[in-house]
């Protein structure tokens, strides 16, 4: 019998909340999540993610809101009785145990049958590609090796969610990228619902349906990957999300746009949340600010790294406000460079939500 | 973890609680009994003595030569960590920075005299002592008490100096110190802490330390607690209130450092540090 | 020495860099007085001890120990040790386990630990001067006892109060060294344990007791040894005529009331003999089971 998520049609989170002591960790968290999403929780450190993970997972209890899985109500109920998989940072492979043990543990402590047991690790031995090291001990294995055998553990039990908590973060940059592209297969192939957690925006870019971005405790954005580089909801979203140029301007309202005021230049930008004048944040993508002979804003150019496909720059204007740019030709320090950046891609956020 | 928890598991919690409960319980009462006793009147067929008075702590100070013992304690206890630390911390240093062959020979060397009970290797080792008349006096008991007390330090210390990067050290070399300024300025401040954790178990120890000073010491350099022995031995059936008041004397003076060494030091390591290179 | 194409000689390494190579100048030489004092002061003794334990006052060489192994007086102190060590020993360790269990989540573990710590800094000899009162038949222990209706229970002078100082000096030791096994191994084994089904009991049996293993082995080995040396307490406590005649008070009375240092050092050597045979039993079941790392991953 091939090994397929059991059947769920959605988790709710409702202001899933957690204090510790008098920090209040997670505040009010709520999400939907739909069989086969799979929905990545982003944020820098300390923003909540692992807090809300381990929420789900029932390691921790929560000190106000609820989870539910359909009509049932979960928050209440003890680890060993939610019947999710997950997978943990470092791995938290079971030492004194072998490969296919550790990968049947879940499956023994339902009371499946040793025979049974035996197949059903062979088929996620053969889905996470580790098909001969089934008899090793994990101390054996790689790190690479030993992410493949967490992912199994948790995915053999037929889990209606799978959990993982930074599960590459661990791993050198090769692999990360190899290990990227399994676990979505591996996600694809199971059908069940995954949620990850990352602090990495390019891994939750590439792998998730949808992304929560986190601070602070609170959910500031959910969308589809498009969505969140495309349009962030927020200054704050918008610079985890890799809009390094923050630019604290003034905005002047001009018809469907704003004109703010950058280096003493007046540019048509984007308003997001609904600000038309006053002091604004303008944020912009180094790669969305070009160089060009007809551009408006001038900068002196300090800093200039090659990439390879590119450089990518820092320069300052006459009024000293510095910013981040690229540019595929080489520039020299000093050189005066003209930068020109399409409305559409400067996005303009009021300075009270920042 | 986020659990209800069943009425068996809380019976069993329960069970586990009063355990230990009862036996920090009577252990509390025990010492209250000598306590008590020490302070007691008469103390017979009752719960607590007729009437108290300090008398029995002069008469125990007196009886029993505490002030003498005292001394003879400090001196002893003293001498035991002084050189202790001074054999065991160089050792211990050259331990945890070199890897030369016959390393693994050496910590097993050390690891001996702490694993061997005093007894066993006690008693030979009095022989040899009264055979090269070092027996029988302070010397003696101070050498006897080296013997576990310097590979104490000696393993105490490693972890320590293991924790204090490497390249401090090379860091200070390079600016141009020599050894002995090395460890002026640099290694002996870093490690004091260790250091003072380190000698205040080996004081703690060598207080309670009873068999080898017992099968070494001769009559003007018994340490308390084989004082005490002495007195309880010779008492009898029923131990007098003046040999409890000596035991609360010998009570202060562990309890005192032990508060002192509790302020450094884990409690945990006064018994596991060593334990846990044994299992290394 | 090589000769070069100019004829001059060119020493390869010299000596000290040589040596320095494989570790050893003049920091290893620190820890040349320590080695040297424990090799006088503890393997020398030991030695000297051992040969001396087969030079007998009269007989053949091996005197000492054929009249050992003939008196009942003397061979029935090694059941007599036994008696009290191996019980006190399991029960000393195996109890520590489901207490250490309960501890270590506790918020006050670090006063509960400073607590325990006490009866092993007060020393054997006081632990057994307090139980002759407290333990007495005046005392208060006796006295609860009469007032629940057990009556009055004959605790001390017997092997009973010498067993109770046992618990009340090795407990707190074993339970130490227990806990801090158990708090070396990765928490988030447990979680995951958990998260794939198992309660706690399945988490104690599958997952914390293979790994404490190597630990409890140790502790039985460390716990074992101490118990049967038991010296004080059974003299003060106990009844040292008779049923708590331990061997270390034969070697004692060898030593200090026969001054025959001789047999004194056979008892002893008979004594670390027994020991170690203990020891090694423990360890090489201990090689049975796991003995690796108790982490669970290179995370």
Redesign the interface.
Known sequence: MPIAARDFRELRLESMSRTFGSINALKGVTLNVQRGEFIALLGPSGCGKSTALNCLA?????SGGSIWLDATRI?????EARGFGMVFQNYALFPHMSVRRNIGFGLSMQGVPNDKISRKVDEALSIVRLGDQGDKLPGQLSGGQQQRVAIARAIVIEPPLVLMDEPLSNLDAKLRLEMRAEIRRIHELIGSATIYVTHDQGEALSLADRIVVMRAGEVRQVGTPEELYLRPAHADVAEFMGYRNQLRVRATRADKLVNVNVGGVSLPATPVDGVDEGEVIAAIRPDDLAVSATGSIASTVESAQYHGHSFYCSGRTDDGTELYFQSDRRVSKGEIVRLTADPGRVLVYSRATA | ????KSIG?RL??TA??A??FI??L??I???A??VI?SFGTR???A?LPAAFTTRWYESAWNEFQLHDVLIVTFEVVGAVVLLSAL??V??A???A?????GKQL?IL??L??I???????G??????LYQTHLGGNMSGVV??N??PS??FV?LVMIPFIEQIDPRIEAAARVFGAG?GRLFMYVILPLLAPGILAALLLVL?RTI????LTF?TAGPGSQTL?VA??YA??AAG???GQS??AM?VI??LT??VW?LIA?RFV???Q???RV??E??A | MSKRATGTVVDPTPFRVRLAL??????????L???L???T??????A???V?SFQPKAGNWLANYTKFFSDPFLYDTIGATFRLAIPATLINVL?SV??AL??RRMRYR?L???????????????????????L?P????N?VLFIIGLGKIRLV?NYTGVMLSLI?SG???TF??T???LTGIDPSLE?AA?TLGAK?RARFVHVLLPLLA??LA?NLC?SF??T??V??SA??LGAPAGDTRVI?IA??QA??EQYD?SM??A??MI??FC?LVVVVLILSGRSLAYRGAVSGGKG
Do not use: C
Not at chain 1, 75 to 79: E, I, K, N, T
Not at chain 2, 123 to 128: E, G, H, K, S
Not at chain 3, 115 to 133: H, M, R, S
């Open positions: 029932g390691l921790l209890t929560l928050d209440r109920l003890a680890p | 973890m986020a659990t209800e598991e069993w919690a586990i609680w355990l230990v036996f920090i009577n252990f009462a025990m010492v009994t000598v006793n103390w017979f067929n719960w054999l065991g160089p050792a240093y050259a331990l920075r070199r890897n030369f062959p050496v060397l050390f001996l005299p694993l061997v009970p005093p007894i066993t290797f008693i030979p080792l009095a022989t040899v050498l006897a080296l013997v310097v590979p000696v050894t703690v309670a330390m009873f068999e099968f607690v005490l022995y309880v031995y059936v029923r131990a040999i409890d035991a010998y009570m562990t309890l032990l509790l884990d409690p945990t006064i018994v596991t334990k846990r044994a299992a | 494989r570790d050893l100048d003049g920091v290893t030489l620190l820890a007085p320590a080695v004092f424990v090799v002061l503890f393997i020398y003794p030991f000297y001890g051992f001396l109890i489901p207490v309960r501890v670090r509960l630990t400073a607590i325990l710590v006490i009866p092993i800094t007060l020393g054997t000899v006081l632990v057994a001067e307090g139980l002759l009162i407290y007495g005046q005392g208060w222990f006295r002078h009340l407990f707190p030791f130490l060294l806990l801090s096994y979680h958990s706690a190597q630990g140790i460390l040894v101490q049967f040396s010296f004080p003299v003060l270390s070697a004692y030593a200090y240092s004194a050092s008892i002893a004594m670390g020991q």
